[in-house]
């Protein structure tokens, strides 16, 4: 079955703790995403990548980083996690025929609470 | 740059009723159009799209047009069930900035009661 899988699903730590949401997709997608959702802000984009290692800044970078040394796989890290990084995090994958039509593929999301 | 507005809910209906979700976007180039959803619990999921100028997207009893000489792209169903209750994004693709890259609206939430 073609997905996107996200882990963890859902996470409470700690300031300064740090973490990584992995990401994985088995669609042999070129280009995948991160985004934050927030209440009344909607989607924001974080990071993407184009192909293996090939990375670039979305809207919202600071506080993340991520790699891409497979295509597969693209994990996203919070070095030292803030309370504002609070919030419900989606992966995302689109490929060369699903990207012309626009469509992402994205994960179930994954819940995270900075205490 | 590119930017898509929709109008802010929450949308509460009683089933059977009439849909519409506005949308309106800025664009440079000549955008594809999108509307996704995402229903509780879930990631987004394309619900339809339209390429080009008059194309009309359909699916699952939705339907939306591309109108560029008002840049809209309003989402309508004839009649809502309680299972189309979810958060509704409406976003655009610019191949200036890359087929990958989607501007997303700040989504809208709709509540269909029985």
């Not at chain 1, 730590?13 to 909607?42: A, I």
């Not at chain 1, 689109?94 to 039509?101: C, D, E, H, K, N």
């Not at chain 2, 619900?47 to 591309?66: I, P, Q, R, V, W």
Request: aromatic share 12%.
């Amino acid at each position: 079955e073609a997905q996107v899988t996200q882990n963890p699903r859902y996470l409470i730590t700690v300031t300064g703790k740090k973490l990584t949401v992995t990401c994985s997709q088995n669609m042999n997608h070129e280009y995948m995403s991160w985004y934050r959702q927030d209440p009344g802000l909607g989607l924001r984009q974080i990071y993407y990548s184009m192909n293996v290692e090939v990375t670039d800044k979305g809207d919202v970078p600071e506080g993340y980083k991520v790699s891409r040394k497979e295509k597969r796989n693209f994990p996203l890290i919070l070095e030292s996690p803030s309370p504002n990084q609070t919030s419900l995090y989606f992966c995302a994958s689109s490929g060369r025929l699903a990207g012309a039509s626009g469509e992402l593929f994205f994960g179930e999301g994954s819940r995270l609470t900075v205490l | 740059g590119n930017s898509v507005t929709q109008m802010e809910g929450p949308v509460t209906l009683s089933e059977e009723a009439f849909l519409t979700i506005n949308c309106t976007y800025t664009a440079t180039g000549y955008p594809s159009l999108f509307w996704y959803v995402q229903y509780p619990g879930e990631g987004l999921q394309l619900l339809l799209k339209a390429t080009k100028a008059d194309d009309k997207g359909s699916n699952k009893g939705f339907e939306a047009t591309y109108r560029k000489e008002t840049t809209s792209f309003h989402l309508e169903k004839g009649s809502v069930q309680v299972s189309d209750s979810a958060v509704y994004f409406c976003a655009l693709s610019d191949p200036g900035a890359g087929s990958y890259q989607l501007t997303f609206g700040k989504g809208t939430k709709l509540s269909v009661i029985p």
